[in-house]
């Protein structure tokens, strides 16, 4: 299962072709911008092997200049399909999302200039937990309950876990 209705807030147990899927369009994403394309990672639960995910692959890259987000921008939005957002929560982060023509999400990007902290922080956490059994278990549990809590509002469900992610990186 790939994809999610836009707004819409539901888990799939882990699936073996989300790391084949990231691959595909990771290299959709370079053939298309070619020397303005940085580094491409694979980053949040659909990851993770074995994690319960939203079955939207998120991605993360990075550039080397500021002046290249505007081109980059338009190769994402003319000719890849994706959405341009803006600026997220943090300097130097933008984000992009790709739907089908049925509205389902398929993809979030994640930009940021080269050697942001956010960067390394999404990069880290996939790693961590990616490594430790025992916080996969309680990353899926407490999942599951900031979901009910919120009642399965992506936004607040978004902002449920960050109290989570911020634990895992500091214990590190």
Known sequence: MHGLQRGELRFSEYCDQWPQIFSEE???IESELGEWC???WH??????????SKPIIDIA????DANQLWHMAEVFE????YRFRNVHHEP???YLCRDNDAEVR?????LWLAGSPGLDRHLNFVRIVS????LQCEYARLKWEWAEKTGWDRIEYSEAKSSFVRRVLQAE
């Open 38 to 40: 940085g580094h491409i």
């Open 131 to 134: 490594s430790n059994a025992s």
């Open 43 to 52: 980053i949040g639960s659909t990851a993770i092997p074995g994690l319960m």
């Open 26 to 28: 990771k290299q959709r």
């Open 106 to 110: 398929l993809f979030h990007i994640h």
């Open 92 to 94: 130097n982060h933008w």
């Open 61 to 64: 890259m990075d550039f080397s």
């Open 78 to 81: 003319h000719r890849l399909g």
